[in-house]
């Protein structure tokens, strides 16, 4: 590549054609910052594109800041998670400058979103930033402060499964002016570092931060999402830095009615001046957004169907001598329920996820009843038969059989002749005196 003598005299641009640490080809400035230059590159040993992070020669006067860059670039570079910017090497150049490398992320920063497709719908504003607070969850855990949070640092773009995919960009690289060697977690005394219409008001005063830092920088993201303006704004970055420790912020529905109330109450308590009043970590954050959203999925249900906004409880149902079904997985973890008439008039079982994803697991059928419950007082006749009939009529066939056996035998004494004399056997001959008594029987009979 041959330069021109303006590219010459740009340091920044006479950088590229050079490859750095051996690997990294630069191919083209991206950007460039308050920190460093960023460029496009090839990766020789892979052949695929990432980017290049120099840092500015100007900062090297820090003695401590390659030891800070070290520690905090290795931070980051434990982040293992899909929103968050995978850092590929870090070090330093024979001249003395330090690098980064780091994927490359296609599509548009946020701020280039909100500007061409404002305003976003709440389902969209939902799936943007709940993203971003998973990135958060994740460096937060491996105690890194992002510090520099803003829509330019949020990268938007779409994937083969996925529309507005979120990387967050510049894990641990905004805050090397401002960390100390002994914690990750701590400010270095006197030095404030960041965009201010993005500051925290402790971040601001310089004071210690935590995990709700960020978390308030979320606030305003979310609040421009919301109105398509800051909350704050000034003529000077100490005139906006005093605002955020001040003045309250103006409500998301008195600048944009159409803003959902959720949504404006949750960015709100994101914008809370005290950290002990904001959400407590990043992962709240994303619930109540996931809260929100199977909500105005429901009502947007409920709306298509021209259904009223209510649902009945299982008090309600036991009031009213309902039995209700034993509920499914689903309702258990619904958070938010409807109903739904059925096609036959009876009421179907309550559950937002019947409204997502129509019914994934059947609700098991109603058990019949033996006989319908009477509203009336009026007695109902039981049926003939049962245990004891069954009883009766065994007592009257067993007294029938012992009459029948009985009339067989008397029918039989009655109508029996004693045989002639000639035929008595010879048994008989021999006891005279019991064919005495059987003559008289016969007699008497």
Excluded at 49 to 58: Q, R, W
Excluded at 145 to 169: A, Q, S, T
Excluded at 222 to 238: E, H, K, M, V
Aim: aromatic letters at 4%.
């Amino acid at each position: 590549m041959v330069l021109n003598t303006t590219e010459l005299n740009n340091p920044d641009l006479a950088m590229i054609g050079k490859v750095v640490a051996n690997n990294f080809l630069l191919q083209a400035v991206v950007g460039t910052g308050a920190m460093g230059t960023i460029y496009r590159a090839e990766q020789k040993s892979l052949g695929k594109t990432v980017v290049i992070k120099l840092i500015h020669k100007d900062m090297l006067d820090d003695s401590t800041l390659a030891l800070r860059f070290h520690r905090e670039a290795r931070a980051a570079s434990r982040l293992n998670h899909p929103n968050c910017i995978q850092i590929i090497d870090f070090g330093e150049m024979k001249d003395g400058r330090l690098y980064i490398a780091m994927e490359h992320v296609s599509g548009q920063d946020l701020a280039r979103v909100l500007y061409e497709d404002y305003p976003l719908p709440p389902g969209r504003i939902i799936h943007i930033i709940r993203q971003v607070c998973m990135a958060l969850d994740e460096a937060h855990a491996n105690e890194v402060l992002h510090r520099d949070l803003k829509p330019e640092n949020i990268m938007v773009g779409d994937r083969r499964n996925m529309k507005d995919f979120v990387k967050v960009l510049d894990f641990g690289i905004a805050k090397l002016m401002d960390s100390q060697q002994g914690s990750n977690l701590q400010t270095l005394s006197g030095t404030v570092c960041g965009t201010p219409e993005y500051m925290s008001p402790e971040q601001a005063r310089g004071d210690d931060m935590d995990a709700r830092s960020d978390l308030y920088s979320v606030g305003v993201m979310l609040y421009q999402l919301l109105t398509n303006r800051i909350p704050f704004s000034g003529d000077n970055a100490l005139t906006v830095m005093t605002k955020h420790l001040t003045e309250p912020p103006t409500d998301p529905s008195e600048i944009f009615p159409e803003a959902h109330p959720a949504l404006s109450a949750l960015t709100l308590q994101l914008l809370s001046k005290q950290p002990e009043h904001r959400p407590p970590n990043a992962l709240e954050v994303a619930l109540e957004l996931d809260r929100i959203g199977r909500g105005i999925l429901a009502d947007e249900h409920r709306r298509q169907q021209g259904e009223p906004h209510t649902v009945e409880t299982p008090k309600a149902r036991a009031s009213r001598g309902a039995v209700a079904p034993r509920p499914t997985r689903q309702e258990l973890s619904a958070s938010t329920a409807s109903v739904r008439p059925s096609s036959n008039g009876d009421r179907a079982r309550p559950g937002v996820q019947e409204v997502l994803t129509q019914d994934l697991e059947p609700a098991p059928a109603p058990t019949p009843r033996s006989r319908p419950i009477s509203t009336s007082f009026t007695r109902q006749p039981e049926p003939v038969g049962g245990s004891k009939a069954a009883l009766w009529l065994l007592i009257v066939l067993a007294a029938g059989a012992v009459i029948l056996v009985a009339s067989i035998f008397m029918g039989a004494d009655k109508g029996a002749e004693p045989p002639p004399p000639e035929e008595r056997s010879a048994l008989d001959q021999l006891h005279p005196e019991k064919l005495t008594a059987d003559e008289d029987l016969i007699a008497v009979g």
